[in-house]
């Protein structure tokens, strides 16, 4: 029976004390039997952890009352082990890299689609306009590999610096279409909606990646699993990770 939870969260959000953050943010992590990763940089927050439920959202909790923090969100699942094995908190240049520094979100963000929005244009093959909807996927080739949603884009990009020139390149296929990013947990979709825009493209982020679409309306339109950083592997629409996950992936 899975008994310790997992979340995964972003926010961007303006840090100027990240150097101070990072040793507060893992000995509170630590007293907590916490374990997973924080990442820090001056545009936001990164995490993944997993530990005892209420220490989790304790956790959680204790961060919101940073009014930085205040709107973060959470995506849950649960596994039957303790999937990380240390509590790491980092400090980057930018939570998720994309080498583009214009491309700031904290000082606003991409029109985003709900879940239950998407999956109701895709039932009717179009947006609310009529509009041909086009997603894409903005992950790594390899995470693709393990699912996607139907008839998505995917550029087989091999780290996501690389989805800018490939955005670029194919802005005017894109032209008159309306373009949905997504990714794992939202962080990439973003950045990626926002580039998009900028460039011409009619782009919005799945609020919440393929995790909240999972968690919201399951597995609809969509083929595989959704692979994770963390021993689990993957996860089915349902939440629930696969049986043969055995390696802890960095």
């Known amino acids: 029976?899975?008994?310790?939870?997992?979340?995964?969260?972003?926010?961007?959000?303006?840090l100027d004390d990240v150097a101070a953050l990072k040793p507060a943010l893992r000995e509170r992590?630590?007293?907590?039997?916490?374990?997973?990763?924080?990442?820090?940089?001056?545009e936001g927050i990164n995490l993944f952890l997993?530990?005892?439920?209420?220490?989790v959202r304790s956790f959680v909790a204790e961060l919101r009352r940073d009014a930085r923090f205040e709107a973060l969100t959470t995506k849950e699942s649960w596994s039957p082990g303790q999937p990380f094995g240390r509590m790491l908190v980092k400090v980057k240049r930018e939570i998720i890299r994309m080498d583009h520094p214009t491309i700031r979100p904290e000082a606003g963000r991409a029109p985003a689609v709900d879940a239950v929005t998407l999956r109701r244009w895709l039932d009717d093959g179009a947006d609310d306009h009529g509009r041909e909807v086009v997603l894409l996927d903005t992950r790594n080739a390899f995470e693709v590999d393990y699912g996607a949603f139907d008839g998505a884009l995917d550029w087989r990009i091999e780290r996501f610096t690389q989805f800018p020139d490939a955005a670029?390149?194919?802005?005017?296929?894109?032209?008159?279409?309306?373009?949905?990013?997504?990714?794992t947990g939202g962080i990439r979709c973003e950045k990626a909606a926002i580039y998009l825009r900028e460039i011409g493209v009619e782009a919005f982020q799945l609020d919440g990646g393929i995790l909240g679409y999972f968690e919201q309306v399951g597995g609809a339109h969509w083929n595989g699993e959704c692979f994770v950083f963390d021993e689990r592997e993957a996860l089915t629409p349902g939440l629930q990770p696969l049986a043969t996950a055995t390696e802890v992936h960095a």
Do not use: H, P, Q, W
Request: net charge negative; with cysteine.
């Open 29 to 42: 992590a630590v007293a907590a039997g916490l374990k997973g990763t924080i990442l820090l940089a001056e």
């Open 50 to 55: 997993a530990g005892d439920a209420e220490s």
């Open 1 to 14: 029976m899975a008994s310790v939870l997992n979340i995964s969260a972003y926010l961007f959000t303006r």
């Open 168 to 183: 670029a390149a194919a802005a005017s296929d894109l032209e008159g279409k309306t373009v949905v990013s997504y990714c």
